[in-house]
């Protein structure tokens, strides 16, 4: 019994001791300069601003693809410098690519990041269960003594 009650009290202090840590992470920025049709990992959801820049009159295509519903998010044709922003829905890679015969330059900067839906389900669903196991196991104890 000590033992299921250690276990379930660290599970739910994890949980609480996870939101700071996790909050502190996702303030910082993630920056890539992307190459010919490379994809990135973003750990995270959030909004991405994109930045080209090429020289005046090159024409070409910036992508941001999504693998996961197979569906371009963004796909702009593009003279000379590009910013724009696009909102990445989940963690997980996108693939970013620029369409050009000439050197194109594409920096990606994610920022306003935070986690996904389904990690916050699962966090608070586990941190909720074994609080209230927690109480029930303590609960039992009492009426025992």
């Not at 299921?4 to 609480?16: F, G, N, Y």
């Not at 303030?27 to 190459?35: A, D, G, H, R």
């Not at 941001?64 to 724009?84: K, Q």
């Amino acid at each position: 019994m000590r033992l299921l009650k250690a276990v379930l009290l660290s599970v739910v202090i994890l949980t609480l001791l996870v939101f700071p840590i996790e909050k502190n992470a996702l303030t910082q920025p993630i920056s890539e300069v992307v190459l010919m049709g490379q994809g990135i990992v973003v750990p995270s959801s959030g909004m991405a601003v994109l930045s080209s820049s090429a020289d005046e009159g090159t024409d070409y295509t910036v992508r941001v693809f999504d693998p996961e519903s197979s569906r371009a998010i963004l796909e702009r044709n593009v003279t000379g410098s590009f910013r724009g922003r696009v909102f990445l829905e989940h963690s997980g890679p996108y693939y970013l690519s620029v369409g050009s015969m000439t050197p194109v330059t594409l920096a990606v900067r994610v920022i306003n990041r935070y986690p996904s839906v389904t990690v916050l389900n699962i966090r608070y669903g586990l941190g909720g269960v074994s609080a209230l196991l927690l109480a029930a196991v303590l609960l039992v104890e009492g009426r025992r003594r």
